[in-house]
Protein backbone atom coordinates (compact mmCIF):
# COMPACT_ATOMS: atom_id res chain seq x y z
CA UNK A 1 0.00 0.00 0.00
CA UNK A 2 0.95 3.63 -0.66
CA UNK A 3 0.25 6.71 1.64
CA UNK A 4 0.65 10.28 1.41
CA UNK A 5 2.90 11.03 3.81
CA UNK A 6 0.79 14.02 5.63
CA UNK A 7 -2.78 13.10 4.79
CA UNK A 8 -2.13 9.21 5.30
CA UNK A 9 -4.80 8.70 2.49
CA UNK A 10 -4.00 6.27 -0.32
CA UNK A 11 -2.08 7.33 -3.37
CA UNK A 12 -3.30 6.22 -6.84
CA UNK A 13 -1.10 5.95 -9.72
CA UNK A 14 2.53 5.57 -7.99
CA UNK A 15 4.45 3.23 -10.15
CA UNK A 16 6.09 0.48 -7.73
CA UNK A 17 9.34 -0.85 -9.86
CA UNK A 18 10.02 -4.66 -9.24
CA UNK A 19 13.77 -5.63 -9.86
CA UNK A 20 14.24 -8.26 -12.50
CA UNK A 21 18.32 -10.46 -12.46
CA UNK A 22 19.88 -9.47 -15.61
CA UNK A 23 16.43 -7.41 -17.16
CA UNK A 24 14.66 -4.08 -16.63
CA UNK A 25 12.28 -3.57 -14.00
CA UNK A 26 8.55 -4.53 -13.59
CA UNK A 27 6.32 -2.02 -13.05
CA UNK A 28 2.82 -2.09 -11.30
CA UNK A 29 0.48 0.47 -10.31
CA UNK A 30 -1.33 1.27 -7.30
CA UNK A 31 -5.20 1.76 -7.25
CA UNK A 32 -7.70 3.74 -6.15
CA UNK A 33 -7.15 2.48 -2.63
CA UNK A 34 -3.31 2.64 -2.77
CA UNK A 35 -2.89 -0.95 -3.27
CA UNK A 36 -0.36 -2.98 -5.31
CA UNK A 37 0.14 -6.25 -6.00
CA UNK A 38 3.22 -7.94 -7.67
CA UNK A 39 1.54 -11.00 -10.44
CA UNK A 40 3.37 -13.98 -11.56
CA UNK A 41 5.19 -13.79 -14.73
CA UNK A 42 4.27 -16.51 -16.94
CA UNK A 43 7.78 -17.40 -19.35
CA UNK A 44 8.61 -20.19 -21.15
CA UNK A 45 5.72 -22.45 -19.77
CA UNK A 46 7.08 -21.30 -16.34
CA UNK A 47 5.56 -19.42 -13.19
CA UNK A 48 7.89 -16.63 -11.97
CA UNK A 49 6.72 -15.59 -7.80
CA UNK A 50 8.06 -12.32 -6.46
CA UNK A 51 10.91 -14.76 -4.96
CA UNK A 52 12.11 -15.31 -8.56
CA UNK A 53 12.57 -11.32 -9.49
CA UNK A 54 15.39 -10.52 -7.21
CA UNK A 55 18.32 -11.79 -5.12
CA UNK A 56 18.05 -12.69 -1.10
CA UNK A 57 18.00 -8.83 -0.67
CA UNK A 58 16.72 -6.08 -2.95
CA UNK A 59 15.03 -3.04 -3.20
CA UNK A 60 11.75 -1.87 -4.52
CA UNK A 61 11.40 1.76 -5.76
CA UNK A 62 7.84 3.59 -5.91
CA UNK A 63 7.54 6.74 -7.73
CA UNK A 64 4.62 9.56 -7.76
CA UNK A 65 4.55 12.70 -9.59
CA UNK A 66 4.73 15.31 -6.88
CA UNK A 67 6.19 13.13 -4.60
CA UNK A 68 9.42 12.04 -2.97
CA UNK A 69 10.89 8.81 -5.17
CA UNK A 70 10.90 5.98 -1.82
CA UNK A 71 12.76 2.74 -2.08
CA UNK A 72 11.98 0.03 0.22
CA UNK A 73 14.82 -3.36 1.48
CA UNK A 74 13.23 -6.36 0.92
CA UNK A 75 14.33 -9.55 1.91
CA UNK A 76 13.07 -12.83 0.80
CA UNK A 77 11.89 -13.47 4.18
CA UNK A 78 9.68 -10.30 3.90
CA UNK A 79 6.23 -10.14 4.78
CA UNK A 80 3.44 -9.98 1.90
CA UNK A 81 2.47 -6.69 3.40
CA UNK A 82 4.63 -3.51 2.48
CA UNK A 83 3.27 -0.03 3.76
CA UNK A 84 5.37 2.78 1.75
CA UNK A 85 5.20 6.55 2.91
CA UNK A 86 5.49 8.96 0.00
CA UNK A 87 6.37 12.63 0.87
CA UNK A 88 5.24 15.55 -1.03
CA UNK A 89 8.11 17.32 -3.20
CA UNK A 90 8.77 20.60 -1.36
CA UNK A 91 9.71 24.11 -3.52
Do not use: C
Request: aromatic share 10%; proline share 8%; net charge negative.
Amino acid sequence: MVLDSQTHEPLRGASVLVPVVGDQPRVFTTGDDGHFSIAPKYEYGMIFLMGDYFPPSSKLTVKRDGYETATVELWKQHTNFVEVVLSPVTK
